[in-house]
């Protein structure tokens, strides 16, 4: 293993990108290799570095660790970015577990039909603006950041759903000021805004492609339905 992370996965966003967000935030260069072919993911399987023989699958500190929370909770807490004690962490947990049921309508969004599209899209807007976003506009009232006073793996989630949501409307967050302020603010960040800048690791919105490459790679022959 080279001293770099090395990132397992499709050339695209699904599981992984919250991965890449975080080590970018962290300030971590890491390597990828894209699974393109179903030869690929078997040998991955044959080896065994896919525990639950799935993917994302992260080299790492002599480890191959798989499932997105596990991989997510050691970069945090490896990097500084899982708060200063028990209680800032388990604060983290709940608001990284509120944004992860808002990103897990958007995660299966490039898989369904057209028309299942349109009535998904209208389902995030609703629950964006009805559920989640009201939640967090009320924690960032009186702070720059959801827990303590420092910049945590929380924060990083919540800015890269919000860029989510606003692929779906663009105007999103014209009734939450503080969520506006918390954007800019998190955006700023000179990890964040490398980041963000074209050229990065980021992955674009997924595009037929991606949608394509992982059918074929998982061998997923069913349709995906809307919430």
């Known amino acids: 293993m080279s001293g770099k992370p090395k990132l397992y996965y ?16 962290a300030g971590v260069e890491f390597e990828e290799e894209f699974l393109e072919t179903r030869e690929q993911y078997e040998k991955l399987l044959q080896g065994g570095s896919l525990l639950f023989q799935q993917v ?22 490896k990097y500084n970015l899982y708060g200063k004690d028990l209680k800032e962490r388990a604060l983290i947990d709940m608001y990284v577990g509120g944004t992860d049921d808002l ?13 299942d599209k349109e009535k998904q899209r209208a389902f995030i807007v609703q629950k964006a603006t009805s559920r989640y976003f009201p939640a967090y506009e009320k924690v960032l009232k009186d702070r720059d950041f959801l827990v303590g006073n420092s910049f945590s793996w929380a924060d990083v ?27 800019a603010r998190i955006s700023s960040i000179p ?4 980041f963000l800048e074209p050229g990065s690791q980021r992955k674009p919105v997924p595009d037929d492609k991606y949608v394509e490459t992982v059918r074929r790679v998982l061998r997923m022959y069913y349709d995906v339905k809307a919430n």
């Open 103 to 115: 990103m897990g309508f958007i995660l299966m969004f490039p898989f369904l039909s057209a028309e």
């Open 191 to 194: 990890t964040i805004k490398k």
């Open 10 to 25: 499709f050339n695209g966003r699904g599981k992984m990108e919250p991965i890449r967000w975080l080590l970018a935030a």
């Open 157 to 183: 989630h919540l800015l890269e759903a919000i860029l989510m949501v606003e692929e779906k409307k663009s105007d999103v967050l014209s009734g939450f000021p503080q969520l506006q302020a918390f954007k």
């Open 56 to 77: 994302p699958m992260v080299e790492i500190d002599g480890m191959r660790m798989v499932q997105t929370r596990a991989i997510l909770s050691y970069i945090a807490a």
